[in-house]
C-alpha cells in the first residue's frame, strides 16, 4: 500500500499524509487480527468497540504511532471484560441443549420407591386396624358415600359413622409414627 516506511532500528514510520478516517480504517484491520487470534469468533464485535471508545474519548488522537498501541490495549480491556462475562454468566460451562438426556414420561426411580414404601407402610397399618377400620377404608375405597356405608353396615346414625371414620383416620395417622 505504501503506508508504511522503514524507519530507524527497525521501527516502522507512518506517512503524516494519512487522514484520521484512513488510519482508523488500517487501524480496524489491525485489531480484528489481534481480537481474532484471541478469541476466534466476536473479533468484528470488538474491534467496533475498540473504535467506538477511540471515537468518544480520544478525538485528539490523530496519529497511528498514538492510536495503535492504545486501541491494541482496550482490545485486551474488551476481550477480558468479555471472557469475564462469560464465566460470571456460566456459559463457559453450558452443555448443548441435544446433548442433555430427554426427562421420562413416567416417574423417576426415587419417586417409584417413595411410593412403594408409602404403600408398604400402609398396608401394614391397615392390617393393624380393627375390623370396623378396615371395613369402612375398604366401603370408602369402593367409592360408597356415607349414606351408603352406613346403611351397609347398618350404623343407627350418621354421626356415629362419621365418628368412627375420624378415630380410624386418627388412628392410621399415629401407627406409621410408631
Same mark, same amino acid.
Given at each position: 500500500?505504501?503506508?508504511?516506511?522503514?524507519?530507524?532500528? #527497525?521501527?516502522? *514510520?507512518?506517512?503524516?499524509?494519512?487522514? &484520521?478516517? *484512513?488510519?482508523?480504517?488500517?487501524?480496524? /484491520?489491525?485489531?480484528? =487480527?489481534?481480537?481474532?487470534?484471541?478469541?476466534?469468533?466476536?473479533?468484528?464485535?470488538?474491534?467496533?468497540? @475498540?473504535?467506538? @471508545?477511540?471515537? $468518544?474519548?480520544?478525538?485528539?488522537?490523530?496519529? @497511528? %504511532?498514538?492510536?495503535?498501541? +492504545?486501541?491494541?490495549?482496550?482490545? &485486551?480491556?474488551?476481550? +477480558?471484560?468479555?471472557? =469475564?462475562?462469560? @464465566? &460470571?454468566?456460566? $456459559?463457559?460451562?453450558?452443555?448443548?441443549?441435544?446433548? +442433555?438426556?430427554?426427562?421420562? /414420561?413416567?416417574?423417576?426411580?426415587? %419417586? *417409584?420407591?417413595?411410593? &412403594? /414404601?408409602?404403600? $408398604?407402610?400402609? %398396608?401394614?397399618?391397615?392390617?393393624?386396624?380393627?375390623?370396623?377400620?378396615?371395613?369402612?377404608?375398604?366401603?370408602?375405597?369402593? #367409592?360408597?358415600?356415607?349414606?351408603?356405608? *352406613?346403611?351397609?353396615? !347398618?350404623? #343407627?346414625?350418621?354421626?356415629?359413622?362419621?365418628?368412627?371414620?375420624?378415630?380410624? =383416620? !386418627?388412628? +392410621?395417622?399415629?401407627?406409621?409414627? !410408631?
Amino acid at each position: 500500500m505504501g503506508l508504511i516506511v522503514a524507519g530507524v532500528w #527497525g521501527r516502522p *514510520q507512518y506517512n503524516n499524509c494519512l487522514e &484520521r478516517s *484512513q488510519i482508523l480504517v488500517l487501524l480496524r /484491520e489491525r485489531i480484528v =487480527r489481534f481480537a481474532a487470534s484471541r478469541v476466534g469468533e466476536g473479533a468484528d464485535d470488538i474491534a467496533q468497540e @475498540v473504535l467506538l @471508545v477511540l471515537h $468518544e474519548k480520544y478525538p485528539a488522537l490523530n496519529q @497511528v %504511532e498514538d492510536l495503535l498501541p +492504545l486501541s491494541l490495549q482496550i482490545a &485486551r480491556f474488551k476481550i +477480558l471484560a468479555a471472557r =469475564r462475562k462469560t @464465566v &460470571r454468566r456460566g $456459559e463457559n460451562t453450558q452443555v448443548s441443549v441435544e446433548d +442433555l438426556p430427554l426427562a421420562g /414420561e413416567g416417574p423417576d426411580p426415587y %419417586e *417409584q420407591v417413595a411410593r &412403594r /414404601e408409602r404403600l $408398604e407402610q400402609l %398396608e401394614a397399618a391397615l392390617k393393624q386396624l380393627g375390623d370396623r377400620c378396615r371395613e369402612i377404608f375398604s366401603l370408602k375405597l369402593q #367409592g360408597l358415600s356415607f349414606i351408603d356405608i *352406613q346403611q351397609q353396615m !347398618k350404623v #343407627g346414625s350418621l354421626n356415629t359413622l362419621y365418628t368412627w371414620d375420624f378415630r380410624c =383416620r !386418627k388412628e +392410621l395417622q399415629e401407627r406409621p409414627r !410408631k
